[in-house]
């Protein structure tokens, strides 16, 4: 099925552990993004990535690692989870002007 | 540094009532401007944008947003409100294009019956 995809969708794990969530697009989009959403703060964004090996820093990159060695994925690694990490991350795609949202995966960091 | 606010955390409107949300926003330019509905457990999903030309832009679901550039707001209305319309509405700027947006914090729009 096309669209944006997520995985997990709900994840539990534990300070100190290294977590990775999946992001993959079937349309081809030049632009990949990831968000986090927490209450009060609306989303805010990560990391993006503009191509293929091209990944830029965004409002609060730190503690995240991303990669993007294919157009359609765009991994989004926590390298040592902590509970400030605790938050829904949304992944976003996008082509000509309209960001396209993925349906997010809940992290809980314990 | 560019930023949106959505100055009403919580809004209720009864089933058939206008809604108004706001949006204000901080930049020196015209900058790229969007509205986004999220629904419980749900990703984002675009209302409508305005890039330039006319300042009042139509969307979906009968949504429709005014662009003010002297009062740097962008404020969405719908004529009735369906209970359907019950989400999270995200107004959001990008600066320099769609690459980097910055959102604002949201506004909960409950419906009453």
């Known amino acids: 099925d096309a669209g944006i995809t997520q995985s997990p969708r709900y994840k539990i794990t534990e300070t100190g552990r290294q977590v990775t969530l999946m992001c993959h697009q079937t349309?081809?989009?030049?632009?990949m993004f990831w968000y986090r959403q927490d209450l009060g703060h609306g989303l805010r964004l990560i990391y993006y990535?503009?191509?293929?090996?091209?990944?830029d820093k965004g409002e609060v990159p730190d503690g995240y690692v991303v990669s993007r060695s294919k157009t359609e994925n765009f991994p989004l690694t926590l390298e040592s989870a902590t509970r400030s990490q605790t938050s829904v991350y949304f992944c976003?795609?996008?082509?000509?002007?309209?960001?396209?949202f993925g349906p997010g995966t809940r992290l809980t960091v314990t | 540094a560019q930023s949106v606010t959505q100055p009403d955390i919580h809004i209720t409107v009864s089933e058939g009532a206008s809604l108004e949300l706001r949006c204000n926003y901080s930049?020196?330019?015209?900058?790229?401007l969007f509205w986004y509905v999220q629904s419980p457990g749900q990703g984002l999903q675009l209302l409508l944008k305005?890039?330039?030309?006319?300042?009042l832009v139509q969307g979906i679901k009968g949504f429709e947003a005014e662009f003010k550039r002297s009062q740097s707001s962008f404020n969405l209305r719908k004529p009735s409100v369906h209970w359907s319309d019950a989400a999270e509405y995200f107004c959001a700027v990008g600066p320099g294009g769609f690459q980097k947006l910055v959102f604002g914090t949201g506004t909960r729009l409950l419906v009453s019956p």
């Open positions: 976003a795609s996008s082509e000509g002007g309209e960001q396209y």
């Open positions: 930049y020196g330019a015209t900058p790229y």
């Open positions: 990535s503009a191509a293929a090996d091209i990944t």
């Open positions: 349309w081809s989009h030049s632009y």
């Open positions: 305005y890039f330039s030309g006319d300042t």
